[in-house]
C-alpha cells in the first residue's frame, strides 16, 4: 500500500540505517549504506572517522557533478506483512561545516568523537513509502 509523506518521513526519523543513492559524472550509479539525522525537510551525514582509504569519498565527486539522490530506509521480514520501504528524493550539497547536533544525538559513537569530514545536507523534496500490512491482509 503506498504511503503518504508524514509516514514515509516518520520512518526515516526512527531509521539507524539508509542507502544513498547517486551518480558520477560519467553516469554510473552508487548506491551505499550511511548513517544519517532527519532535521525537518533536510537530512544530514557526515564523514567520519570510521576506516576509509580517503576522506575524498566518491559519493562527494557524485553529489558536485550531480546533486540529484535518493535515500531509502525499509524493513524486511520473514513474515511478508511486515515488509515496508521508505524513500526521500532530493538536492545534495557538500559542506566543510554545518550543525552535525542532530547526528551525535543520534548515534552514540559520536559523542566522544564527532565526525570532523564534510557534512552532506539533502535538500528532501519528496517522500514516498510503500508497506505491505494492508495490502498483504486485504486491510
Known amino acids: 500500500m503506498r504511503r ?38 533536510r537530512l ?18 557524485d553529489i558536485a557533478a550531480n546533486p540529484a539522490v535518493a535515500l ?14 521508505a524513500r526521500a528524493d532530493g538536492r545534495a550539497s557538500v559542506h566543510d561545516s554545518f550543525d552535525i547536533a542532530p547526528l551525535v544525538a543520534k548515534y552514540p559513537p559520536y559523542a566522544g568523537r564527532p565526525p570532523a569530514g564534510p557534512v552532506i545536507v539533502v535538500e528532501v523534496a519528496r517522500w514516498t513509502g510503500w508497506s505491505a500490512a494492508d495490502s498483504l491482509t486485504g486491510g
Open 4 to 41: 503518504d509523506r508524514d509516514w514515509a518521513w516518520a520512518r526515516f526519523a526512527e531509521a539507524r540505517v539508509a542507502r544513498l543513492a547517486t551518480v558520477s559524472a560519467a553516469g554510473a550509479p552508487r548506491l551505499v549504506p550511511i548513517v544519517f539525522a532527519v532535521t525537518g525537510e
Open 44 to 61: 544530514i551525514t557526515a564523514v567520519d572517522h570510521k576506516p576509509k582509504s580517503t576522506t575524498r569519498l566518491a559519493r562527494l565527486d
Open 72 to 85: 531509502l530506509v525499509d524493513e524486511y521480514d520473514e513474515d511478508w506483512t511486515q515488509l515496508w520501504w
